[in-house]
């Protein structure tokens, strides 16, 4: 069975900084995409960061230079360091895993979300 728990959320005011970490388990990790994406209440789904397996990492024009995302494969965990945060960074942070082998496999896994909230 596939899990990715998501923790570190909570209340921070702005200008400060929060650690999200997401533990993988049911998949090997280290052949895994692995991202960070966020949802603000009545906005879609959006990309914050990703790294891929190879350890590309590419960020959102919204969160570079704030945001560090890393991953731990002897862990099976990915991160997202966020820095100087602003209210409009409040969302529900989902962490996501995917295996993608064109025309022979996909696999797209999703955790709960842990919810950052940014007071002004």
């Given at each position: 069975?596939?899990?990715?728990?998501?923790?570190?959320?909570?209340?921070?005011?702005?200008?400060?900084?929060?650690?999200?970490?997401?533990?993988?388990?049911?998949?090997?990790?280290?052949?895994?995409?692995?991202?960070?994406?966020?949802?603000?209440?009545?906005?879609?789904?959006?990309?914050?960061a990703?790294?891929?397996?190879?350890?590309?990492i590419?960020?959102?024009?919204?969160?570079?230079?704030?945001?560090?995302?890393?991953?731990?494969?002897?862990?099976?965990?990915?991160?997202?360091?966020?820095?100087?945060?602003?209210?409009?960074?409040?969302?529900?942070?989902y962490?996501?895993?995917?295996?993608?082998?064109?025309?022979?496999?996909?696999?797209?896994?999703?955790?709960?979300?842990?919810?950052?909230?940014?007071?002004?």
């Amino acid at each position: 069975q596939v899990q990715l728990v998501e923790s570190g959320g909570g209340l921070v005011q702005a200008g400060g900084s929060l650690r999200l970490s997401c533990a993988a388990s049911g998949i090997m990790f280290r052949n895994y995409d692995m991202g960070w994406y966020r949802q603000a209440p009545g906005k879609q789904r959006e990309l914050v960061a990703a790294i891929t397996r190879g350890a590309n990492i590419n960020y959102s024009a919204s969160v570079k230079g704030r945001f560090t995302i890393s991953r731990d494969n002897a862990k099976s965990t990915v991160y997202l360091q966020m820095n100087s945060l602003k209210p409009e960074d409040t969302a529900v942070y989902y962490c996501n895993a995917r295996y993608l082998w064109v025309g022979v496999a996909d696999f797209d896994y999703w955790g709960q979300g842990t919810q950052v909230t940014v007071s002004s």
